[in-house]
């Protein structure tokens, strides 16, 4: 028996099937909003990842010449870029092939590690370039121990709640504030700017994906595609700074 403020049904890639909810949004408890996955908003979670693969892609070719002035930072900018670019492939092809919320599926798993290397990606030209001492192998350390930590969670715990996924992340992404001193000291004003506006936009994002909120229009653009948004400027924020950074190091 059908509810009948639901009607029809869709396939998308991987013979998923999903019904689309009727205008009367308001009538729907947040357990059916948090269920209701429509085609419209997997192909929005898809392609707008894609879209950012293919731009991280392409910035990777660009950030690269003006990384080669040193092998180090040759290899840390594609360290960052392909990082960044597996973010949101595996993204893009999580939502593609999504068949149920809370799946525990290998895209599911590739989608949550690839944040752990892009966080850790990210740091690691910030962490070469403007840190100094212990703090710059200790941070580049202690970066990829998460990774190394976020593949075990995926091997043993790959059913523990977003919170916990959530938490881990912004805890990565705001280790900057130890070193806080260096960070000032060794980076330019608008490369700390960018730092920053990438790094609220990140968290800002993460929290719209722990809470679930806001619930804007269910069935059509909600909590995941705002977070999904919030990922696309942190990520450009970020570009602009390791852009800046690498510029700034060959001009040296």
Wanted: net charge neutral; hydrophobic share 50%.
């Amino acid at each position: 028996m059908h509810d009948e403020r639901f009607w029809g049904m869709l396939t998308f890639p991987g013979n998923w099937r999903v019904q689309i909810p009727l205008q009367d949004q308001g009538k729907f408890s947040d357990k059916e909003e948090e269920n209701m996955v429509t085609r419209r908003q997997e192909l929005f979670n898809c392609y707008s990842h894609l879209a950012g693969g293919i731009a991280a892609l392409v910035g990777t070719f660009f950030l690269l010449p003006v990384a080669a002035s040193s092998r180090e930072g040759l290899i840390t900018a594609l360290i960052y870029g392909l990082s960044v670019t597996f973010l949101f492939f595996a993204s893009a092809l999580y939502h593609a092939f999504k068949q149920e919320e809370n799946e525990i599926s290998f895209w599911r798993k590739m989608d949550r590690m690839a944040i752990f290397f892009m966080i850790a990606g990210t740091y690691t030209p910030i962490s070469y370039f403007c840190l100094e001492g212990g703090w710059r192998w200790g941070m580049i350390g202690l970066q990829w121990g998460f990774v190394a930590f976020g593949f075990l969670t995926q091997v043993f715990f790959p059913r523990a709640p977003r919170t916990f996924y959530a938490g881990i992340y912004l805890a990565m992404g705001w280790t900057a504030v130890f070193p806080m001193n260096q960070v000032l000291g060794n980076m330019t004003a608008l490369q700390v700017t960018l730092l920053f506006a990438g790094g609220v936009a990140f968290t800002l994002g993460g929290l719209i994906y722990a809470i679930k909120k806001p619930r804007m229009v269910p069935g059509v653009f909600s909590f995941h595609e705002l977070f999904h948004v919030m990922v696309l400027i942190g990520g450009a924020f970020h570009y602009g700074m390791i852009y800046h950074i690498y510029f700034q190091a060959g001009a040296l």
